[in-house]
């Protein structure tokens, strides 16, 4: 090391011996992104993980929503910056206009959508991550580790073959579109020949409950709408075998070629989960590429009730699902598990001269991550996953998997039980569909009380549930994966819905 220092140090002295020359002088060569005070940057950082850590702490005390008003919709229709500022400055305005609007989903009372919580070692984790900011397509460095560490855990976790291969990715959405990827490269020619492979129309199966970003991968992936079987469901919301079956058949009648199933481990209106098992007998049967979107539902696995519910997960080819969500890990992380590893990488992997692994060094990593997926440049998200499985372990996942659901059938018999509430839906798992009824009131006249109610307790800050229809009816839906919220919550919930209906009521 010091002789490198020495010899470019002597370069150095030849270089100027001989004078600088004027296009050689480099312009700018002592300014960096670096902070222009470094002692003040580091105050400013206690303070912002003071603050952070205070803000999630008083939580419970702080509406769960503010409305975007238009002083603050203004602070963000301001100049380019030109000239640099003050990151005291920066803060100040991220404290007044940023942070107060912030979308809720921290909250105790959120149970909008499908969403997690985050926690504070992950927020921590996230800074870690970003500190060290290594991009985890190629290379050999600490970042990798941890991800195969986080991996081979997940798939403990959750019951998967440890030969299997996995990738950290941004969410649900792109796990989805990874594993029907991956499916569908499965038809021989298709990578080559793309839509004008032997094998004619592909087609791909799913329910009518599917995520939408199920049918985002089958236009992105150009397999086209027409060509997605949407299948109807049953009372229960799962997908009809038999519809399933013979759809399947007359495709394949009319020279088609259906190439993959995607199952649902809990939808997201409702939570219901698909027979897994059986739609797996199907696919193999058929020989078809079956892939399931457990984004939340996954998890499922730490319960003991559940887990038999989702039994056969482990043996879909890919499996998508959140730690956003039901992991409570902070946003973004999600994960895709294919059980071929080499159909996997055969997928992914694209020749490239300035990507070639090296037998050591730099370039000498035991795993190109690149070749598991879309991205190349890729940041640490494994880290604030792997910090929690540790802070946490697993058992403690599996209390709050099974408090969330004990919370669902909660809110489910407090509905039940109110001559003015009625549940929607059957609560399968995590999810509750409801409303505000009265007999008096037509279904047309109980759709716009209930929008206003689900309107009223998010304006007021009160709850954050978000809405759905069920069979035509406005349904307050509430989804609980959410690690802060308590049985008090949820009386608050029904509480309220009842007072704000009852005003509508009257009216
Ligand atoms: C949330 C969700 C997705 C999409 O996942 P993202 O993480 O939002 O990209 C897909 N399927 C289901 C069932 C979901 O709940």
Redesign the pocket.
């Known amino acids: 090391m010091e002789k490198v220092l020495e010899r470019a140090d002597t370069a150095g002295k030849k270089a100027n011996e001989k004078g600088s020359m004027e296009n050689t002088d480099i312009k700018y060569d002592n300014e960096s992104l670096d902070p222009v005070n470094w002692e003040e940057m580091k105050e400013l950082g206690h303070k912002m993980v003071d603050d952070m850590i205070d803000y999630l702490k008083d939580l419970k005390n702080q509406p769960v929503w503010r409305a975007p008003g238009e002083e603050m919709k203004n602070s963000f229709k301001r100049p380019l910056p030109v000239e640099p500022g003050d990151p005291q400055e920066i803060y100040k305005e991220f404290l007044k206009y940023v942070l107060p609007y912030n979308k809720g989903n921290v909250h105790p009372r959120f149970w909008g ?2 969403e997690g919580n985050g926690t504070v070692l992950g927020m921590l984790a996230d800074m870690l991550a970003s500190g060290m900011n290594p991009n985890l397509g190629v290379a050999d460095h600490g970042a990798i580790y941890v991800e195969m560490q986080v991996i081979t855990w997940l798939k403990e976790m959750l019951g998967f073959e440890p030969s299997a291969s996995g990738l950290i990715v ?7 579109l990874i594993g029907i990827a991956v499916g569908r490269n499965g038809i021989e020619d298709i990578k080559t020949a793309g839509s004008n492979s032997k094998s004619k129309t592909p087609v791909i199966y799913c329910s009518s409950e599917t ?1 939408m ?2 049918q985002k991968a089958v236009e992105v992936l150009g397999i086209g709408t027409d060509n997605m079987r949407i299948i109807s469901v049953d009372n229960n919301f799962k997908i009809n075998l038999d519809e399933l079956r013979e759809k399947i058949k007359e495709d394949k009648e009319k020279g088609f070629t259906p190439f993959c199933i995607v199952g ?1 481990v ?3 209106n409702t939570g219901a989960i698909d027979p897994i098992e059986e739609l797996y007998k199907i696919s193999r049967e058929e020989n078809l590429w079956l892939h399931l ?1 457990a ?3 996954a998890f499922t696995a730490l319960h003991d009730e559940y887990k038999d519910k989702i039994k056969g997960m482990q043996l879909a080819d890919s499996v ?1 699902f ?1 730690l ?2 039901w992991m409570y890990v902070n946003y ?1 992380a ?1 994960c895709v598990i294919v059980r071929d590893e080499a159909r996997h990488k055969k997928s992914f992997e694209v020749p490239a001269s300035y990507l070639v692994k090296m037998d050591r060094g730099l370039a000498g990593a035991p795993i190109t991550y690149s070749n598991y997926g879309l991205q190349l440049s890729r940041g640490f998200r494994s880290l604030k996953v792997w910090m929690s499985l540790k802070e946490h372990g697993r058992d403690k996942y599996a209390r709050m998997i099974s408090k969330n659901i004990s919370q669902a059938r909660y809110l489910e018999s407090l509905v039940k039980e109110n001559q003015k509430l009625e549940v929607l839906a059957p609560v399968e798992m995590n999810i509750v569909a409801f409303r505000y009824t009265d007999k008096s009131k037509t279904d047309a006249e109980l759709n716009e009380i209930n929008k206003e109610i689900l309107i009223t307790l998010q304006t007021e800050g009160i709850a954050s549930p978000t809405n759905t229809v069920i069979k035509g009816k406005f349904a307050i839906r509430v989804s609980v994966t959410n690690h802060r919220s308590t049985k008090e919550d949820f009386d608050t919930l029904v509480k309220e819905t009842i007072r704000i209906g009852e005003n509508l009521s009257l009216k």
């Open positions: 959508w499908v941004s969410g649900g959405s792109a796990a989805n995520h970003s199920v649902n809990g939808t997201v979107d984004a939340f539902g998508a959140d956003h969500k973004e999600g």
